[in-house]
């Protein structure tokens, strides 16, 4: 069973940065996606990033040039850089994992992902 586990959020002024990590476990995948979603107070949650395996990123156009989504295999860990951070950043954020195949267009689709983090709070004051 997959076990994520999120850190690093708090609590920033606009123009700030984060790095947030998600540490994971129990999977064997040889193949496999994982993202970063964040969800706002009464707001859905949304796609922010995603990587594959095989070191594909995919972004939302509202971090693009801000955000960076990495992996380090060795240590089985999950980061999102977050720069130039603005208050509309503000939210829950949530890593995620899914071992099946994600076509490219739904890779920051939450429903294409099973697996789910605790979620960490990510805060940006003006």
């Known amino acids: 069973q997959v076990q994520l586990v999120e850190s690093g959020g708090g609590s920033v002024q606009s123009g700030g940065s984060l790095r947030l990590s998600c540490a994971a476990s129990g999977y064997t995948y040889s193949t496999y996606y994982m993202g970063w979603f964040r969800q706002a107070p009464g707001k859905e949650r949304e796609g922010v990033a995603a990587?594959?395996?095989?070191?594909?990123?995919k972004y939302a156009d509202s971090v693009k040039g801000r955000f960076t989504i990495s992996q380090d295999n060795a240590k089985n860990t999950l980061y999102l850089q977050m720069n130039t951070l603005k208050p509309e950043d503000t939210a829950m954020y949530y890593c995620a994992a899914e071992g099946k195949y994600i076509s490219w267009w739904a890779r920051l689709l939450p429903t294409a992902y099973k697996s789910w983090g605790q979620g960490t709070q990510v805060t940006v004051s003006s």
């Open positions: 990587i594959d395996s095989d070191g594909n990123t």
